[in-house]
């Protein structure tokens, strides 16, 4: 059964100017009403994207079931007859915000994918982006492979089925040595979920346990893009899925491989920025440690004399919390933010459009007024909400405005599962921060350094050039992974045509 239905709301009109989340994938084995722990787990990853969910089980009475909706996970599987049609003890899940193939009105697009192979059945789930998804997509449709979405994800599912080898896992494995790219792929078969890191370890994947004290599998084991996901249904985290791995978990434990050619860790240096929920660990480091240690590195690089630290809430919070601390300057919510404006608000017209970034965030007249504001943010793209933002300040009578970035300049586009304008739409792309600065119409404008984010990640000699731990390709245009398709495209470069 394949229950695919709901309706797709559109983009709010404030969400063209951010490095929108990538996907979140859940997956849980061993748990009687496995699905409803997934819809859990899912809610507390609904921040990795807000397009779409989906949920796929197994029951032996019933076989492979497959839910897949539009909108939030809370307004889709919290309703008992959608849960009652996927009964088992094993489920996977995907909440997802397009990136390959852009946005899609279809629920073709959204995951887990479900095929049926030769030797049996298999849903699949896929948090990041093919570098390489156009190329293999042309190959298999020469080869007589028909496609149902745009989705990259399909690729893999039509690799596994060229293969020949006899288990779920090995066809994984065989698919996934012919892709490029950044993924965290989990897959489930009747008994079994898997879970494969790419050998860069770009995107994240941890294993967590699940005691349950009931039923002959004992604990259940889960697989998650974060932490959080594991704290809200109990579960203890036992490890992160290591770059290259796949674990295969059964009823009767875990096993664990290498399909690929060891590499040195790349992991994606944004996910400390912006997309990792701050309750999340990464690397045994706290995602909100990490990013109040960015505010730390702001007002060591970047000191200014001010009266008010504000963050531009939620995401510029740790980091500016951290730089009133280490400045001394007070920390104070000079901003508001809207709690309810989601991302279906109304079918904006364009005088709701002209109102923009006032649909969700507020200014605290009272205490920004005659008061000299930093206002710390996480990122600039575009630059027009930020924009906005100083204009709406000045109007509360703030008398000057100093903007601290909490990232480095995003020069570069990602190809790895992020969703980011072409190259000639990011500001920093064209602009110097002199320049940038003038453009935004504020008092200063600084960044934190890509040695500053370093050390604020737990690299305390920053990036070093020859090694760098991390992939910060939207920084510094290393691209650890070859982006074969965006370079066919012309997508890294900028015309000379282009607006400054």
Same mark, same amino acid.
């Given at each position: ?18 490095? $929108? ?15 409803? !722990? ?29 839910? +897949? ?5 809370? &307004? ?18 995907? #909440? ?33 982006? @093919? ?39 090995? +066809?994984? /494995? ?16 009747? *008994? ?64 664990? #491989? ?13 996910? !400390?920025? !912006? ?22 590195? @702001? ?16 995401? %510029? #919070? ?9 400045? %001394? ?30 649909? /969700? ?24 909400? *930020? ?37 000639? /739409? ?12 003038? $453009?935004?119409?504020? #008092? ?5 350094? @890509? ?11 920053? +990036? ?17 992974? /070859?982006?074969? &398709? ?15």
């Amino acid at each position: 059964m394949d229950m695919d239905d709901g309706d797709h709301g559109g983009d709010a009109p404030w969400d063209d100017d951010a490095l $929108h989340e990538e996907c979140g994938v859940y997956g849980l084995l061993g748990v009687d009403e496995a699905a409803n !722990y997934v819809a859990l787990g899912l809610h507390a990853l609904q921040h990795r994207g807000q397009e779409s969910a989906g949920i796929a089980a197994y029951h032996p009475e019933t076989g492979f079931n497959t839910v +897949r909706r539009f909108g939030l996970v809370r &307004d889709n599987f919290t309703k008992q007859p959608v849960m009652d049609a996927l009964p088992g003890r094993i489920a996977i899940g995907h #909440t997802r915000y397009s990136t390959a193939g852009g946005k899609m009105a279809s629920l073709r697009e959204t995951q887990p994918l479900y095929a049926e192979f030769a030797l049996g059945s298999c849903a699949i789930a896929h948090n990041g982006n @093919l570098t390489n998804a156009d190329e293999l997509r042309a190959q298999l449709i020469e080869r007589g492979s028909i496609f149902q979405s745009s989705s990259d994800t399909e690729c893999i599912v039509h690799l596994m089925a060229r293969s020949i080898q006899k288990t779920i896992p090995e +066809r994984m /494995k065989d698919a996934l040595r012919l892709v490029e790219g950044a993924f965290s792929v989990i897959a489930m078969t009747r *008994s079994k979920i898997i879970g494969v890191r790419d050998p860069l370890g770009v995107r994240p994947l941890v294993l967590g346990r699940m005691a349950t004290h009931r039923g002959p599998g004992g604990d259940g084991y889960i697989l998650a893009s974060e932490t959080c996901a594991l704290d809200i249904v109990g579960a203890d985290f036992i490890r992160e899925v290591e770059p290259g791995e796949m674990v295969i978990i059964s009823e009767g434990g875990i096993e664990s #491989t290498r399909p690929f050619e060891p590499k040195r860790s790349r992991f994606c240096v944004f996910e !400390y920025v !912006y997309f990792s929920r701050p309750d999340s660990l990464i690397g045994g480091t706290s995602v909100y440690e990490a990013r109040r240690r960015i505010g730390v590195e @702001l007002a060591r690089e970047a000191p200014v004399e001010a009266d008010l630290v504000c963050p531009v809430p939620d995401s %510029g #919070t740790p980091a500016a919390i951290g730089y009133s601390q280490e400045s %001394g300057i007070p920390y104070a919510m000079g901003i508001i933010k809207n709690q309810y404006v989601g991302r279906t608000f109304i079918e904006p017209t364009d005088q709701i459009r002209d109102m923009g970034v006032r649909l /969700k965030l507020n200014i605290n007249r009272a205490v920004v007024r005659d008061r000299r504001v930093i206002l710390v943010d996480d990122s600039v793209v575009r630059g027009t909400t *930020s924009r906005k933002i100083k204009d709406m300040l000045l109007d509360a009578g703030a008398a000057e405005v100093h903007f601290r970035i909490a990232s480095p300049p995003t020069k570069w586009p990602c190809f790895y599962g992020v969703d980011t304008p072409n190259r000639e /739409k990011l500001l920093a792309a064209r602009m110097s921060e002199e320049e940038i600065r003038d $453009h935004l119409g504020v #008092t200063s404008l600084r960044f934190v350094s @890509l040695d500053g984010l370093y050390r604020a990640a737990g690299e305390t000699m920053g +990036r070093d050039a020859g090694k760098p731990r991390f992939c910060d390709a939207c920084f510094s245009g290393d691209y650890p992974i /070859k982006p074969i &398709d965006a370079e066919r495209r012309g997508a890294l470069k900028i015309p000379e045509a282009a607006p400054a």
